[in-house]
């Protein structure tokens, strides 16, 4: 009997409302990207490689090495620089969520 195939763990990278239009989707609604969990990954290994697979995403989601303005990063539910930054190690279990940001006055 063979030895079953190894599961790799992924990181859930969520993208909801109207930036589903950058992976596929209407601009409602969610989707969801799973991004393989390897060893050293962060926050920022995980969403380059999730936008490699969409350049719309990619164009939104950067700016040159960082982050751009319109779309919030959200690690387990927490706005990125609350308790997470691009550089930090995500572990099993870890989920990303990636919002349209708004602006009212």
């Not at 601009?27 to 990207?33: C, S």
């Amino acid at each position: 009997m063979s030895p079953a195939p190894a599961t790799t763990a992924t990181i859930p990278v969520e993208v909801a409302s109207w930036v589903t239009k950058f992976v596929g989707g209407d601009g409602t609604g969610r989707r969801i990207i799973e991004e393989p969990l390897t060893p050293g990954a962060t926050v920022r290994t995980i969403l380059a490689g999730a936008s490699a697979k969409f350049p719309d995403l990619h164009g939104a989601l950067w700016h040159g090495n960082e982050l751009g303005e319109h779309i919030e990063v959200l690690v387990n539910d927490a706005v990125l620089g609350i308790d997470h930054d691009l550089d930090s190690p995500l572990r099993p279990g870890d989920r990303i969520t990636l919002l349209a940001q708004f602006m009212g006055g």
